[in-house]
C-alpha cells in the first residue's frame, strides 16, 4: 500500500486553511448567485415580452454567455477589460462579475421558461372565474412559476458552485490553490501529499454540492405531477 | 488592434484549435458510450451495477471538471497509476459527461416507458422487439436537446484543460499574454476560435432537435 499523503493535512493549520480556500469559492459564487437571482428575475419577466427589440437583445446575451466558456469570459474581464480601460481590478471582484453575467442569463432564461410553461387556459380560466389581473398573477400563475422555478435555481447554485472552481485560473487564492501551496510546502517530507490533498478538495467539492442537488431533485420530484 | 500581430499569432491558434477538437470529440463520443451504458444499467435496476452507476454519477455530476482533472493528473500517479496528459483530459471529459449524459439519456427512457412498452407488448412484440423499435427511438429523440445541451457545455469545459498543461485555446492565450503583452489581440483572437468550435455546434444543434422533433410524433 503506497503512502497516500494524508497526514499532511493534520499537519499545522493545514485543514483550517483547504476549508479557508472552499469558503472564498463559496463566498464568490453565494455573491453571484445573490446579483444573479436579483438581476435575473426582472430581466426573464421583461423577455417574455413580444418586442422584437427586446427578443433580438436577449437573445444576443444569452447566446453569447451559452457560447463563451466562463473562463474565456475571466480572462477577459480579468485581463481584457482592464488592459482597454486601465482600471484595477481585483481577482475577487473580477470572478463575482463574470459569474454575475453569467448567472443572470441562466436565471432569465429560467423564468422565461417557467413562465410560458404556464399554459394559457390557467390565465383564461382564472380570468373567468372573476379575479383581477393582479389577482390572476399572484394566486394562480406565481405558485405555479416558483414550483417549477425553485428546483432548477436550486441546481444552477451548484453548477455556479462548481464552476468558482476556475477563479484559480487567474489567480484568486480559493481551495485548490491552497492544496497547491500545501503540496508545495511539504514537497520533501511528504511527496506524496498530491493524493490526499486534492482527494480532499474534490471529497469537500461533493460534500457541498450533492446536497443541494439532492435538495433540488426531491423538490422536483414533489411538485412534478401538481 | 495590430493586424500583423494577429497575422503571425493564426498558426498557433489553429494548432491549438485542432487540439481541443481532437481531446473535445474523444471525450464526447466515450461520455456519451458511458451515459448510454449507464443509463441502460440504471434503468433496468440490474443489481450492483445500478447501484456503482449511482454513486459514479452523483460523484462526478457534483464535482468541477478541473478539480477532476487535478485528481487524476496530479494525484493518481502519487499511487502508481501515472497518466499522460491528453489521455487524461479525454478521461475526463468522457467521465464528467458520461455522468450528464446518463442523467439525461433515462430521463428520456423513463418519458417513453410504461404505457408505450404494456402497448407494444400487448401488440404482441417480444421484449427486444420493444426496446429496439418503441423504446430506444423514442428515447433517443426525446433526449437530443439536452445531448446537444450537454456537447456544448462539455465543449466549453475543455477551456480548463490548460491547467493539465495541455496546450489548448487557453493556455496559448495565456501564454502569449504573458510573452508579448498583446492582451486585446489574444483576447479577441480566443472569443473568435472559441466561437468558431461553437456556433457551428449550436447551429448544427438546433436543425437536429427540429428533425427528430419531426421523428418524434410520426410523419
Not at chain 1, 446579483?35 to 427586446?54: D, R
Not at chain 2, 499522460?84 to 483530459?89: H, K
Request: proline share 4%; with cysteine.
Amino acid at each position: 500500500m503506497p503512502n497516500l499523503g494524508i497526514e499532511v493535512l493534520f499537519k499545522g493549520t493545514n485543514m483550517a486553511r483547504l476549508l479557508g480556500g472552499l469558503w472564498v469559492s463559496l463566498r464568490i459564487s453565494l455573491i453571484a448567485v445573490g446579483f444573479s437571482v436579483l438581476l435575473g428575475i426582472p430581466l426573464g419577466i421583461i423577455m417574455t415580452a413580444k418586442s422584437k427589440v427586446i427578443k433580438a437583445f436577449t437573445r444576443l446575451y444569452l447566446e453569447v454567455v451559452r457560447v463563451m466558456p466562463q473562463m474565456v469570459l475571466l480572462f477577459i474581464v480579468f485581463f481584457g477589460t482592464t488592459r482597454i480601460f486601465g482600471w484595477n481590478l481585483n481577482a475577487e471582484l473580477a470572478s463575482v462579475i463574470v459569474f454575475t453575467f453569467w448567472g443572470t442569463a441562466e436565471m432569465a432564461d429560467l423564468v422565461r421558461g417557467a413562465f410560458i410553461s404556464i399554459p394559457k387556459h390557467q390565465y383564461e380560466s382564472a380570468k373567468a372565474l372573476g379575479m383581477n389581473s393582479l389577482h390572476v398573477f399572484l394566486f394562480v400563475i406565481l405558485p405555479q412559476t416558483i414550483r417549477r422555478l425553485l428546483p432548477l435555481s436550486i441546481n444552477l447554485v451548484t453548477r455556479m458552485i462548481k464552476t468558482t472552481s476556475l477563479v484559480m485560473m487567474i489567480g484568486v487564492v480559493e481551495v485548490l490553490k491552497v492544496g497547491q501551496q500545501i503540496i508545495e510546502a511539504n514537497r520533501t517530507s511528504s511527496p506524496n501529499a498530491a493524493f490526499g490533498v486534492y482527494g480532499t478538495v474534490f471529497l469537500l467539492y461533493f460534500i457541498g454540492c450533492w446536497p443541494i442537488s439532492m435538495l433540488s431533485k426531491y423538490l422536483e420530484k414533489k411538485w412534478s405531477n401538481t | 488592434m495590430n493586424w500583423e500581430v494577429i497575422g503571425s499569432y493564426l498558426p498557433l491558434y489553429w494548432k491549438a484549435m485542432l487540439l481541443t477538437l481532437r481531446i473535445g470529440w474523444i471525450g464526447i463520443v466515450f461520455a456519451i458510450l458511458l451515459g448510454v451504458l449507464c443509463a441502460i444499467v440504471r434503468f433496468y435496476k440490474i443489481p450492483v451495477l445500478s447501484q456503482l452507476a449511482g454513486v459514479y454519477i452523483e460523484v462526478f455530476r457534483n464535482t468541477p471538471l478541473l478539480v477532476q482533472l487535478f485528481f487524476l493528473y496530479f494525484a493518481l500517479p502519487k499511487i502508481g497509476i501515472p497518466i499522460r496528459a491528453d489521455f487524461c483530459g479525454a478521461l475526463g471529459l468522457a467521465l464528467l459527461g458520461g455522468a450528464y449524459m446518463a442523467e439525461t439519456f433515462r430521463s428520456g427512457l423513463e418519458s417513453v416507458a410504461g404505457i408505450q412498452t404494456e402497448s407494444a407488448l400487448s401488440l404482441g412484440m417480444n421484449k427486444s422487439q420493444v426496446v429496439t423499435h418503441i423504446i430506444f427511438p423514442q428515447a433517443f429523440a426525446r433526449s437530443v436537446p439536452s445531448f446537444v445541451a450537454n456537447i456544448i457545455f462539455l465543449l466549453k469545459e475543455t477551456s480548463v484543460f490548460s491547467a493539465i498543461s495541455l496546450m489548448d485555446l487557453m493556455f496559448t492565450a495565456k501564454d502569449l499574454i504573458g510573452l508579448y503583452y498583446k492582451t486585446t489581440e489574444c483576447l479577441t483572437l480566443l472569443v473568435v476560435f472559441y466561437a468558431l468550435i461553437l456556433i457551428p455546434v449550436s447551429v448544427l444543434g438546433d436543425r437536429l432537435e427540429r428533425r427528430v422533433r419531426h421523428a418524434e410524433f410520426g410523419d
